[in-house]
Every structure is written in C-alpha cells, then in structure tokens.
C-alpha cells in the first residue's frame, strides 16, 4: 500500500518550485501546510503542492486534506488516488528517519552507529527478475567507517514495521539479490496515540508527534537485521581470506612435517647408534663373563696347577 504523504514539494505562483535557503527543493509538512491554511489562506492559494520524486516530471499535484495528508489529485492514467492505505505513524517515522544523518542502531545486545550521506525516501522501486517489485520505506547510504560497509557495500533498505512485517518472499528476494534489510518497530508506545485510539486530532497533534519521535530516534532506533546479505565484493575478499589462511596453514603444515621428518630420522639415527652400543655392550659383556669364567677356574686350582699354568 502506498504511504501516506505528509511532506510535498511547493511551486509559488510564478510556476517555480520553492527551494530553501540552502538552495534545495524545500519540502512542505502536512502541518505547516495546514497551519497556513487556517491562519493565511491568501499566502496558501499562491502554492501548488507536488510530489517528491527526483524526476519532475514524474511529479503529481497533491493538496492538503484535514485528515493529516497531502491527497494526489490525479495520477499519470488520469484517475485518482490517496495514500490512506498506511498509518500517520509508518509515515512520520520515515520521514523523522530521513531526516536523520546519523542513526544510533541498536540490534539486540549490540549498536552501531550508521552515518547516512543520504536516505532516500523517493524513486525507490526495486524489480527482480521474477517479476516482483518492492517499494522500501528508506534506502541510506552510508559511510566506510561502518563495519557493515564493506559487507553491505555501504547502502541498506530500511523498513518501518507498524502492523505487518516483511513477507518471506520479499527477505528471500533481498537475500538473493544481495540487499540487506533492517526492520525497526513502531511498538504501541511510539505509535501516534490519537491514530491509534480513534479520536480527532490536528496538525499541532501531528507536529508534537513529528517532534515526539525526533527526540527518540535521536538518541537510539531499536531494529532488527532481516537481511544480513554479503556483496559480491565482500564475499571475493572473504575467499581470498580463506584462501590465503589456507596457503599459510599449509605451509604450517609442511614446515611441521618436515620437522616431524627430521626429528624421527634423528630418532633413528639415534635408535641405531643405541643399538651399536648395545651390541657392543652385549660382546663386552660375553668376554667379561668369559673372563671371569677364567678367573674362577683359575682360583679354583691348586698353587702347583697354577705354577704349571704358568709355565705351559
């Protein structure tokens, strides 16, 4: 379902889009739009409200309606539409994200902070060659200081969960196609109370609640990583790792081996000089039990056998 605007682009009444004092497209809050309506309607009938995409001419005209959003007058097929199909909520919380250069992510246990050179809100439809095509609520870039970067090839699809997660399908289309997903949450204690319980609001409700989720996401986003995929890039130096740590443990290996090898014919070469000893011990020991064999028979004989021993 299509989301529903509460920021647009403003041409003035000599036909040019209105830029800020930094010199980019100035986008109009639903609630500012709506506030000069009420207190100056003569300044408000010199704009025309537009769409945001990148390419002009892609643009619609849009006009503010009291229910919190700008409505399309007119699509490029002539018949007419509104973005009431998703909550105020899942549409401020995008735009407080998008207004965001850094994001204190918290997933889980661990945070990591994400500075973003830019998040994108518009133009941001993705087709696969399925033939299935998603619209994510934000695309960030962001910078090499991340230890995401590398893996994620510095860009990640950002979606805002207010009733309904991602469907398996479009994490498993991610997931092939090397697009990671984070998931941030609009639990009930963020979700715009007078949406939420049915009652009437305005648009100082709506700008409390704008300033409401600033002040949160300011300070930290809780999400969750749906899609934890790896660029083609990043998957080559993971390769290149293990194989490289595969030549050095090999080559560990090789030096061992040819320790092992030299160590055992060490061994043997000592395992053989031991046997020499041992066989010489063993003839050194004969003779000397030969040796002493004599010597008993010797003693053994009368001093007149012995007398003549000597002189046989």
């Known amino acids: 379902?299509?989301?529903?605007?509460?920021?647009?682009?403003?041409?003035?009444?000599?036909?040019?889009?209105?830029?800020?004092?930094?010199?980019?497209?100035?986008?109009?809050?639903?609630?500012?739009?709506?506030?000069?309506?009420?207190?100056?309607?003569?300044?408000?009938?010199?704009?025309?409200?537009?769409?945001?995409?990148?390419?002009?001419?892609?643009?619609?005209?849009?006009?503010?309606?009291?229910?919190?959003?700008?409505?399309?007058?007119?699509?490029?097929?002539?018949?007419?539409?509104?973005?009431?199909?998703?909550?105020?909520?899942?549409?401020?919380?995008?735009?407080?994200l998008s207004e965001l250069s850094s994001i204190n992510f918290v997933f889980g246990k661990k945070?990591?902070?994400?500075?973003?050179?830019?998040?994108?809100?518009?133009?941001?439809?993705?087709?696969?060659?399925?033939?299935?095509?998603?619209?994510?609520?934000?695309?960030?870039?962001?910078?090499?200081?991340?230890?995401y970067y590398?893996?994620?090839d510095g860009k990640v699809a950002i979606e805002v969960k207010v009733s309904h997660g991602c469907e398996p399908e479009k994490v498993q289309d991610f997931l092939e196609h090397n697009i990671p997903i984070i998931e941030i949450n609009i639990t009930e204690k963020l979700r715009f109370k007078e949406e939420l319980n049915k009652q009437s609001f305005d648009e100082n409700d709506l700008e409390r609640y704008y300033n409401f989720l600033t002040s949160i996401f300011s300070n930290k986003v809780y999400g969750k990583i749906v899609v934890d995929s790896s660029s083609g890039a990043y998957n080559n130096k993971l390769i290149s790792a293990e194989k490289n740590r595969s030549s050095k443990l090999k080559?560990?290996?090789?030096?061992?081996?040819?320790?092992?090898?030299?160590?055992?014919?060490?061994?043997?070469?000592?395992?053989?000089?031991?046997?020499?000893?041992?066989?010489?011990l063993d003839v050194l020991n004969a003779k000397l039990k030969e040796y002493s064999k004599k010597i008993k028979e010797f003693n053994g004989r009368t001093l007149l056998q012995k007398i003549f021993d000597v002189f046989r």
């Open 1 to 96: 379902m299509a989301n529903k605007k509460i920021w647009a682009y403003a041409k003035s009444d000599s036909g040019s889009f209105i830029k800020d004092e930094r010199g980019r497209l100035k986008l109009f809050f639903i609630w500012q739009v709506l506030k000069l309506k009420k207190h100056d309607i003569f300044e408000f009938n010199k704009l025309s409200f537009f769409s945001t995409q990148t390419d002009e001419s892609k643009r619609s005209r849009m006009t503010p309606v009291i229910k919190g959003f700008f409505r399309y007058i007119e699509n490029s097929e002539g018949g007419s539409f509104s973005g009431d199909g998703e909550s105020l909520s899942h549409s401020i919380a995008i735009l407080v």
């Open 111 to 147: 945070e990591c902070t994400f500075n973003f050179s830019e998040i994108k809100t518009e133009d941001l439809k993705i087709r696969f060659e399925s033939g299935r095509f998603y619209f994510p609520d934000l695309v960030g870039f962001f910078s090499d200081d991340n230890p």
């Open 150 to 152: 590398e893996k994620w």
């Open 251 to 280: 080559a560990l290996l090789d030096s061992e081996v040819e320790k092992s090898n030299f160590l055992n014919q060490q061994l043997a070469n000592s395992n053989n000089d031991l046997q020499r000893h041992k066989d010489r």
